[in-house]
């Protein structure tokens, strides 16, 4: 037997070793691709390439705040098309559809467009959206990139927010419609202010793989020197004879930025694209720092005691509004939530009579 004891010690501290090494070597590997890009970057990490477009610099890629801007406004604006898209779809997985066939071809179809790759996206936007529907989306545009990217991080979103909803605790939602709540008043009032923790994590890392990625941006967005602009100009080529900037117009962005320095290498200095690239690795990393600490905040056990008891008393309050009659209790009551509820199952069993005389304040 100790024998047999030491032999297993001895393997599980092998193991425990090899898992340990396996992990350093992964963070050292990110730690040595940061640091390579930030010692290449250092030359061209100045105020004036950071904070000023392109087409304001006496050459080209001496400036990147057209692409950073460029690249925040595609982001916000296909996780804005793709949020309401993913948020209905995990709605109806989880609290409206059975299981079933229909609900497992769903699955099955998120699936293969979540591990689909994003140069299959990027062609697919650049036949369809770019090439097909130019006069209504203007070719390289910011539509063409924004519908493209929603397409490739709604999967993501959606598994997000699904996880959040599978999480919400199921008795919340039966002392809802113990209270007499519908459906849609318990997913409003309930399961969904539940969950917002998980929404918005889902959300954010929606945002950040929009900001980081490469190949659809650069078939559907195109890219441009200039800083975006708000006007409306008269184009016949268009469905309207109008086109509507920046929604129509070219938009510059930080992976293209990238792609555009080694492009063109031999008149843009090589520390301009490490630069472009740190800014881009630093922007994924807030994100996914927000990311982080939303999470832990929704999350969060006896850790974090002031988020559990915000949750506890929105969802409390949520419920109120949706079992409580719109109507003021009367002066001198006890205070009580759900008093109301209360007084209309009285009426309801005593009869219209009790109900005047309860108003009255008589017997």
């Known amino acids: 037997?100790?024998?047999?004891?030491?032999?297993?010690?001895?393997?599980e501290h092998f193991v425990k070793f090899l898992c340990l090494a396996a992990a350093v070597t992964g963070s050292l590997m990110l730690f040595f691709i940061v640091g390579s890009v930030f010692l290449g970057a250092i030359p061209s990490l100045t105020p004036y390439f950071l904070f000023t477009p392109e087409s304001a610099t006496p050459r080209i890629g001496m400036g990147i705040l057209n692409a950073i801007v460029g690249t925040m406004i595609l982001s916000v604006t296909a996780t804005l098309l793709a949020v309401p898209l993913a948020l209905g779809t995990?709605?109806?997985?989880?609290?409206?559809?059975?299981p079933g066939r229909l609900v497992g071809t769903i699955r099955f179809f998120i699936e293969v467009l979540s591990g689909t790759p994003s140069i299959v996206i990027g062609m697919f936007?650049?036949?369809?959206?770019?090439?097909?529907m130019k006069s209504v989306t203007g070719g390289f545009s910011l539509m063409s990139g924004s519908v493209a990217l929603s397409i490739l991080i709604m999967p993501v979103i959606e598994r997000a927010i699904e996880d959040a909803i599978m999480r919400v605790d199921l008795s919340l939602e039966e002392g809802s419609y113990a209270l007499g709540a519908t459906k849609y008043?318990?997913?409003r009032g309930i399961t969904l202010p539940v969950a917002m923790s998980g929404i918005l994590t889902g959300t954010i890392l929606g945002f950040g793989r929009a900001a980081e990625e490469s190949a659809v941006v650069i078939l559907t967005a195109g890219y441009t020197q200039?800083?975006?602009?708000?006007?409306?100009k008269s184009n016949p080529a268009f469905v309207f004879g109008v086109k509507v900037y920046p929604v129509q117009d070219l938009v510059a962005s930080l992976p293209y930025a990238v792609y555009h320095a080694y492009e063109n290498s031999n008149v843009i200095p090589l520390s301009n694209g490490f630069a472009a690239a740190f800014v881009l690795i630093c922007v994924v990393l807030i994100i996914n720092i927000a990311a982080r600490v939303v999470l832990h905040l929704g999350f969060a056990?006896?850790?974090?005691?002031?988020?559990a008891r915000l949750r506890s008393a929105l969802s409390m309050r949520r419920i109120d509004r949706v079992v409580e009659p719109d109507r003021s209790p009367r002066e001198g009551a006890a205070a009580c939530p759900f008093r109301e509820l209360d007084l209309e199952e009285t009426r309801h069993v005593s009869g219209p009579s009790n109900t005047q005389g309860d108003r009255r304040g008589g017997p």
């Open 226 to 232: 200039f800083m975006p602009e708000l006007a409306v």
């Open 125 to 132: 936007g650049f036949l369809v959206f770019v090439y097909y």
């Open 301 to 307: 056990g006896s850790g974090a005691p002031i988020s």
């Open 1 to 11: 037997m100790p024998v047999i004891s030491r032999k297993r010690r001895a393997t």
């Open 185 to 187: 008043q318990t997913i």
């Open 90 to 98: 995990s709605v109806y997985l989880q609290r409206y559809a059975r």
